[in-house]
């Protein structure tokens, strides 16, 4: 059991699209469709943003897009806001049918 | 409107024992696998456990085996971890977390606020 892989920081200024990746292999990422991603503001308890690789719960803003290809899946935030600045975290069901969790991306809005 | 309250943290010495508790409503809660959570001060999340709806299948990191135990009480729609023979690398923020799906930990679509466990002398 091994954390995902994420870049350490990613910013972008308003307005602008950015993209997380999350590298994991293929006894997590690669063999589920079980990826989701959360933002976690300081403080606060993180928020499900994506789940099932693009899917996104009631509520979360159009702005916010999954994809998997292979064993990398990708976070996208289009029309970048200022409250978008954030920790982002992915994770992925594993063939050990335990939860792996991503190193996690620091967002910052220029 | 799904709630989750976590409760039992608190300051525990190196060796020691300690019980959180989770109290969940707004769901079914029989039906879905539920989880620990786990994010030490400063660092990123850490999965620690889930639990099936029945109770009868658990799943556990390899950092906790054999020193937590999960378990729950449908009846009380409540959701335990015992915790022995601490250390302090336990220490962390313990979230409870609800998930996606009916079976495997798949992803938590609801967090509780969290309660801090500090294990030091």
């Known amino acids: 059991q091994s954390a995902l892989t994420q870049p350490a920081s990613v910013s972008g200024s308003p307005g602008q699209s950015i993209t997380i990746s999350c590298t994991g292999t293929?006894?997590?990422?690669?063999?589920?469709?079980?990826v989701s991603w959360y933002q976690q503001h300081p403080g606060k308890a993180p928020k499900l943003m994506i789940y099932?690789?693009?899917n996104r719960p009631s509520g979360v803003s159009h702005r916010f897009s999954g994809s998997k290809s292979g064993t990398t899946a990708s976070l996208t935030i289009s029309g970048l806001q200022a409250e978008d600045e954030a920790d982002y975290y992915c994770s992925s069901y594993t063939s050990g049918s335990t939860l792996d969790f991503g190193t996690g991306t620091k967002v910052t809005v220029l | 409107e799904v709630q989750l309250v976590e409760s039992g943290g608190g300051l525990v010495q190196p060796g020691g024992s300690l019980r959180l508790s989770c109290a969940a409503s707004?769901?079914?809660?029989?039906?879905?696998?539920m989880n620990w959570v786990r994010q030490a001060p400063g660092k990123g999340l850490e999965w620690v456990s889930g639990?099936?709806?029945?109770?009868?299948?658990?799943h556990y990191a390899e950092s906790v085996k054999g020193r937590f135990t999960i378990s729950r009480d449908n009846s009380k729609n409540t959701l335990y971890v015992q915790m022995n023979s601490l250390r302090a690398e336990d220490t962390a923020i313990y979230y409870c977390g609800k998930d996606l799906g009916l079976v495997g930990a798949t992803g938590v679509d609801y967090w509780g606020q969290g309660t801090l466990v500090t294990v030091s002398s």
């Open positions: 639990i099936s709806g029945s109770g009868d299948i658990t």
């Open positions: 099932d690789v693009r």
């Open positions: 707004g769901f079914t809660f029989s039906s879905y696998v």
């Open positions: 293929r006894n997590d990422i690669g063999g589920y469709y079980y």
